[in-house]
């Protein structure tokens, strides 16, 4: 089991260009996290999936960020119009269930906007 | 909005101390509460985790204080060693299966 697989572990794109982060989550698991860390923010809630379908984008900001899960073996979460504000490290982690289980985080896409 | 608030920001202590890490939380229906340590350069893993049935969870030198009236719970960490210098992360979530909520982190430092 090589754990949740993410990609590319570093991007840095033109402010303006789009980003696209892929995320491979643990084979078997139904529960697929975004999260965002910032030393500010610490850990940020973006979205999740259960069972491919999108639960709960509450943490998304609006307009430029969009994911997605077309299948049980990947996500993707899309940056447009990328804003020096919006480099961060970009955390994808996958679960058993949702609640009361845990996350297993991986590595991360350090996202540099310049 | 933050939903778990974490604080210190950042604690330093000796070895052999006990370090206390604290957290609060605002949405009463959250009712699983855990812990995840980052070390530099890594990912989150899972430390320790408490559901309120219970006020307190050990599991050796970690211990997690649970007070569902205030909505506050702390990690203890008893006994701390260099190997601990890490960054604390608490969470919440409830079983309405709504995602886990971060603290903003504590980045710990024992010093020899």
């Known amino acids: 089991n090589a754990g949740v697989i993410q990609t590319p572990r570093h991007k840095v794109t033109g402010k303006g260009q789009e980003a696209t982060l892929w995320c491979e989550p643990i084979?078997?698991?139904?529960?697929v996290f975004w999260y965002r860390q910032t030393i500010v923010q610490g850990l940020e809630f973006l979205t999740y999936?259960?069972?491919?379908?999108?639960?709960?984008d509450s943490g998304m900001p609006k307009e430029r960020f969009s994911a997605q899960m077309p299948n049980q073996s990947h996500s993707t979460l899309k940056i447009q119009s990328t804003q020096p504000q919006d480099s961060a490290v970009y955390l994808c982690?996958?679960?058993?269930?949702?609640?009361?289980?845990?996350?297993?985080f991986g590595a991360g896409t350090r996202l540099s906007v310049l | 909005q933050q939903q778990v608030r974490q604080s210190p920001q950042s604690l330093t202590v000796w070895e052999g101390e006990t370090a206390i890490l604290n957290c609060s939380y605002e949405?009463?229906?959250?009712?699983?509460f855990p812990w995840y340590h980052q070390f530099p350069g890594e990912s989150p893993a899972l430390l320790i985790a408490?559901?309120?049935?219970?006020n307190k969870k050990e599991d050796g030198r970690f211990t997690i204080f649970f007070n569902k009236r205030e909505k506050k719970f702390s990690l203890h960490i008893a006994d701390s060693q260099p190997g601990d210098s890490a960054t604390y992360f608490c969470?919440?979530?409830?079983?309405?299966?709504?995602?886990?909520?971060f603290g903003a982190g504590t980045k710990l430092s024992v010093k020899p």
């Open positions: 408490i559901r309120p049935v219970s």
């Open positions: 084979s078997g698991h139904s529960a």
């Open positions: 999936f259960r069972n491919q379908a999108p639960i709960d």
């Open positions: 949405d009463s229906t959250f009712d699983y």
């Open positions: 969470a919440a979530s409830a079983t309405n299966n709504n995602a886990p909520r």
């Open positions: 982690a996958s679960s058993l269930g949702v609640s009361q289980n845990t996350l297993y």
